[in-house]
């Protein structure tokens, strides 16, 4: 089975991080993201997927590389973001998809059963089958209700009531008949432009259960550490200690506090009476004495000096310098390579 993973988005939401690093090989538990995404795929039986970029599109092939287990990996590179549905179309005039493709929005973290969606589609005979989760709160999220057949009804923006709390799960089957209706040699959106067009003309649900999350906003990325930590998602990760949190081999973390649910990366040093709680380090960090880091990220290379404090909910980009008795207030944004000196306080952007 092929899949076309849509890992081309500039990620903006997730600023200062992509700014660095584009999301599909953003670091999530000391692993590149879309790792997690393929390890999934394959369990459901694909052996080839088309990784469909654009923003830092060098960065996500040099870490992937060409197979990532039983997968063989492709780049389609876009000179001019084409949207969702507008790689697929470019893939396809380039000849490199099948008859039946199951297309991917890269920045999902999910476990649910791609192989029943994949039989339901077959089954019922669908032009296109889109996976539908349901979620506690739709707020920021159109929805999707079905009929009692599991053809699709509407794509309903947010609405004060929504009839229905299944949102579009990012996980489509199509046929070629759908790909070759897609607009080329422009942008397109599948949740604006395709599918709206294809109710009642082959479009069904697909009601999946299970874990799912999209990681692309800062407080989703760490509610997505905090699940994997904790196992609330499938995952093939290193045990983690006795406060949950994951410590790479070779960091030096002896005299400081690490956890609950912290994640530190490689290479990195943590000072002695330091704090890092709910809170993740990429690679080559450093932290100095007596400092403390709550619900934050620090990207890769940074320096916090000694008696920094880095408050629930900022994001410190990767290079960043932090002088000694700076405090990083709660939810701010440092630039990558920023220095934060004379122990000012940082408010957020
Ligand atoms: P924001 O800027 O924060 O909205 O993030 P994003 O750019 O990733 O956009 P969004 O979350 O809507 O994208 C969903 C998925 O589609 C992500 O996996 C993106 O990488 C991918 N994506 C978005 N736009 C494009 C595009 O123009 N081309 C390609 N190839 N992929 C895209």
Redesign the pocket.
């Known amino acids: 089975m092929q899949a076309l993973v849509?890992?081309?988005?500039?990620?903006?939401?997730?600023r200062p991080l992509t700014l660095s690093v584009p999301?599909?090989v953003m670091p999530l538990a000391n692993r590149p993201f879309l790792t997690f995404m393929l390890e999934w795929l394959e369990r459901h039986g694909v052996n080839e997927a088309i990784l469909?970029?654009?923003f830092l599109s060098e960065a996500v092939e040099r870490v992937l590389g060409e197979r990532y287990g039983g997968i063989a990996l492709r780049y389609v590179v876009?000179d001019e973001?084409?949207?969702?549905a507008?790689?697929v179309r470019h893939a396809a005039e380039l000849g490199l998809v099948a008859d039946r493709l199951l297309v991917l929005?890269?920045?999902v973290l999910t476990d649910f059963d791609l192989s029943a969606e994949l039989a339901q589609h077959e089954a019922k005979g669908a032009l296109a089958t889109l996976a539908l989760i349901a979620v506690p709160d739709t707020a920021g999220y159109g929805v999707v209700p079905t009929r009692d057949d599991l053809q699709v009804e509407a794509f309903l923006e947010k609405t004060a009531a929504p009839p229905t709390n299944r949102i579009n799960a990012?996980a489509y089957v199509l046929e070629r008949e759908v790909m070759e209706r897609i607009p080329a040699g422009r942008?397109v959106s599948f949740e604006h432009e395709v599918f709206p067009q294809l109710v009642g003309h082959g479009l069904y649900g697909y009601l999946a259960d299970g874990y799912w999350l999209?990681i692309?906003t800062p407080d989703r990325y760490l509610e997505a550490t905090y699940d994997l930590l904790a196992e609330r998602v499938e995952s093939a990760l290193p045990p983690r200690d006795e406060t949950g949190s994951l410590v790479a081999e070779g960091s030096i973390t002896s005299g400081a506090r690490i956890g609950p649910m912290s994640v530190i990366g490689h290479h990195c040093s943590v000072g002695v009476g330091s704090t890092v709680e709910r809170s993740v380090l990429h690679d080559d960090v450093r932290v100095g004495a007596g400092s403390t880091i709550t619900g934050a990220v620090v990207a890769q290379g940074a320096r916090l000096e000694d008696a920094v404090v880095v408050e629930e909910g900022a994001m410190v980009g990767a290079g960043a310098s932090v002088s000694a008795g700076s405090r990083v207030e709660r939810g701010a944004r440092i630039d990558p390579g920023a220095v934060v000196s004379g122990g000012q306080p940082v408010g957020p952007a």
């Open positions: 849509l890992a081309g988005g500039e990620g903006t939401r997730l999301k599909p469909s970029c654009g876009e973001p084409l949207g969702t507008g790689p929005n890269g920045d990012g942008a999209d692309g």
